[in-house]
């Protein structure tokens, strides 16, 4: 799947070993040009585009026959609100404050307490996508991640053959796992302003409260990093940490992979043209 500001489009291979694509236009909103207010906006839309990704595999692979109804929709975005919520908000809160319990050290400094908080945040994801990695058909997906990014840096480097593609890493420095790494390491610092007095049904609240603003800082921090080390080679080493969780998310595709990855590609850029 790729995305650019007029469209999107998805490639999937059904059972009779044809690529099929899926292509549709996106309007640009005013929002998306607003600095901040514009990260947890764009992160909200690209989650119902992948689901809407999703659901039109399904159907292609012949695993789905309907296409997702609104309400469907809707009730899937809400599921994965509330179950990331409760594992990466509620659940790091809830152990730091057990840990406080054992050392009161950690109860007793705010600075501390967020560290260890985010600590535990950034432990349940490494578990939550080593974990989903082990299953075979979410380890096919990492492949298809890897292949679009192998395509993506070709593309960058203005050389969309196959054998360019295939020497190409499959991690990318602009992921969304990255963006991840760095909404943990950001909620941390602006975590760290909720008071320490507070009460635990207030610290649980203020954290689901600030999700937008953590998650425009974030998108900020990313698409100014992605700028910067064009520039600045040395801001590699700030890039490494997300690459590194790449390997988690990412595996090395083959070359029909790529070839489905680079059809998505081809069918954006075609129909960047037309536009």
């Not at 840096?153 to 420095?173: F, Q």
Request: with cysteine; charged share 25%; glycine share 6%.
């Amino acid at each position: 799947m790729f995305k650019s500001r007029k469209g999107w489009t998805v490639a999937v291979r059904d059972q009779k070993g044809e690529i099929q694509v899926k292509r549709e236009p996106l309007k640009t909103r005013k929002i998306e040009k607003v600095p901040l207010l514009r990260g947890f906006f764009i992160l909200f839309y690209t989650l119902i585009l992948g689901i809407k990704a999703l659901e039109y595999s399904a159907r292609v692979a012949g695993e789905e026959e309907k296409p997702i109804t609104p309400l469907a929709m809707g009730a899937t975005l809400a599921f994965s609100f509330v179950l990331g919520i409760a594992i990466f908000l509620l659940l790091p809160l809830y152990m730091t404050k057990l840990l406080g319990f054992v050392f009161p050290t950690v109860s007793a400094s705010g600075i501390l307490f967020n560290t260890v908080d985010g600590l535990f945040r950034v432990l349940l994801f490494l578990i939550y996508v080593g974990g989903i990695g082990l299953w075979k058909e979410m380890a096919r997906i990492f492949e298809y991640h890897g292949a679009e990014h192998k395509v993506i840096h070709a593309y960058e480097a203005g050389d969309l053959s196959t054998e360019r593609i295939i020497k190409e890493s499959p991690r990318h420095p602009r992921c969304g796992t990255s963006f991840l790494l760095i909404v943990m390491v950001i909620s941390i610092l602006v975590f760290s302003f909720i008071p320490q007095e507070w009460p635990f049904w207030a610290k649980f609240v203020s954290r689901v409260v600030l999700i937008p603003l953590i998650a425009g800082i974030s998108y900020e921090t990313l698409k100014g990093s992605a700028r910067i080390e064009k520039k600045y080679p040395i801001m590699k080493f700030a890039v490494a940490p997300g690459l590194a969780l790449q390997r988690l998310t990412t595996r090395e595709p083959d070359e029909k992979q790529v070839e489905v990855a680079l059809k998505a590609l081809n069918e954006l850029l075609a129909f960047e043209e037309t536009r």
